[in-house]
């Protein structure tokens, strides 16, 4: 399950705060486990962890090309030939589970199929590496009253997502290293829920907020779960652009009439978010 935060403007007492809603995603891959292993010759086989809350399938691309206004395609470049594409990858299939490792022979890539220039240059929308993660959410127009079970992902694998479609995609980049071997560096994620594309960003510190909006789950008293500031509120506000949940919203918006620094880096803060979390009872995040 993932989260990503949709802004909306507010104006409380001539302070800008974003406040957010909440968007769960049914895939996640966990990006701190992405990883490449040699595998014969001038070949790469790559591996992760990730959760899955449905059914879902997965793909790796060796150095694709995205349309962000085509529903966030992808696409192979043929360097041989401008005016054609390589082949997609083959998906592979993955049941309900968290915590899964993707090992799959669709995770194989060959080196010798792109230039070598190819492998360690990335632009904007362009990455030598590519793994999206896909789920069926629901079904397509002219299917009504299908079942999910019998629905798969728009083919080929790569193909324009459509709302009926939730995907988490992680773009990555390829480096030699010193003993000759390839090293992989995640540089984003991007989910699509709803026919909408949204980056993820880190926010340092959230995972101190426990699941019913105190700090640690409602425990008072636990160390680095406090507003650093008045250190008796849950933190429920973050710093930006600097992304540091440090403080309460009351703080936080005082800090913007003093040094309107973040306390934690000494970063200029131009903005704050506040994340409020429910309980269970109350049905969820409050927007």
């Not at 101190?208 to 636990?222: F, K, Q, R, S």
Request: aromatic share 4%.
């Amino acid at each position: 399950q993932q989260q990503q935060q949709q802004q909306q403007q507010q104006q409380q007492g001539g302070e800008q705060t974003t406040r957010t809603t909440t968007i769960r995603n049914h895939v996640n891959l966990k990006k701190n486990t992405l990883a490449v292993h040699p595998e014969g010759h001038n070949k790469l086989r790559v591996t992760f962890d990730f959760d899955a809350n449905v059914e879902c399938w997965a793909s790796v691309f060796l150095v694709a090309s995205e349309n962000p206004k085509e529903g966030c395609a992808l696409s192979l470049p043929s360097f041989s030939d401008p005016n054609t594409n390589r082949a997609p990858p083959a998906r592979s299939k993955h049941p309900r589970g968290l915590g899964q490792a993707f090992k799959e022979p669709t995770g194989v890539l060959d080196l010798d199929s792109v230039p070598a220039d190819a492998l360690t240059r990335a632009t904007p929308n362009s990455f030598p590496i590519v793994i999206r993660l896909e789920c069926v959410t629901g079904v397509p127009p002219g299917h009504e009253g299908a079942s999910l079970d019998t629905v798969v992902p728009p083919e080929p694998a790569g193909a324009k997502l459509e709302t009926w479609v939730q995907s988490q995609t992680t773009y990555a980049t390829l480096a030699k290293k010193e003993d000759g071997s390839w090293g992989v560096s995640p540089v984003k994620q991007k989910i699509w829920v709803d026919g909408v594309s949204y980056e993820l960003q880190e926010i340092f510190g959230i995972e101190n907020c426990g699941a019913t909006g105190m700090p640690g789950g409602g425990e008072a008293g636990d160390d680095g779960k406090e507003c650093v500031v008045c250190l008796s509120e849950p933190r429920d506000t973050t710093v930006l652009p600097c992304r540091h949940m440090c403080m309460c919203s009351g703080c936080a918006r005082m800090l913007r009439h003093q040094n309107n620094k973040c306390p934690i880096c000494r970063t200029v803060v131009e903005s704050l978010l506040e994340i409020k979390v429910a309980t269970k009872a109350e049905g969820g995040a409050s927007a």
